[in-house]
Nanobody, 127 residues
Framework: EVQLVESGGGLVQPGGSLRLSCAAS??????????ISWVRQAPGEELERVSN??????????FYTDSVKGRFTISRDNTKNTLYLQMNSLKLEDTAMYYC????????????????WGQGTQVTVSS
């Protein structure tokens, strides 16, 4: 059974930092063969794709939505089957539930149709 378990969320002041982790297990194929995404959802809002990192076949290419460019960094440790999101200079509008999602297909991931999803970790930015 595939599991994606997010952690690292919490309450932080504007301008602060958090590092989210997503631990993966149960994949049929090696972790490095999956493209993985961080997606967030603020209360009353739709899901928003924050950042993606491709599989080994895709040279681990990355994508960031404009609002987080220069502040967030996505990375993966394929030896630990773990995805990370380093979030710096956090803003009030970054408050959301953050999910990691994974799929073998980069295109499906971009379209928000990832096959595997975690339960989420809450990030709250507040003064």
């Amino acid at each position: 059974e595939v599991q994606l378990v997010e952690s690292g969320g919490g309450l932080v002041q504007p301008g602060g930092s958090l590092r989210l982790s997503c631990a993966a297990s149960g994949f049929t194929f090696g972790f490095e063969t999956y493209a993985i995404s961080w997606v967030r959802q603020a209360p009353g809002e739709e899901l928003e794709r924050v950042s993606n990192i491709n599989s080994a076949a895709g040279a681990f290419d990355t994508f960031y939505t404009d609002s987080v460019k220069g502040r967030f960094t996505i990375s993966r440790d394929n030896t630990k089957n773990t995805l990370y999101l380093q979030m710096n200079s956090l803003k009030l509008e970054d408050t959301a539930m953050y999910y990691c999602a994974a799929d073998l297909d980069w295109g499906r991931l971009l379209e928000g149709r990832a096959g595997y999803w975690g339960q989420g970790t809450q990030v709250t930015v507040s003064s």
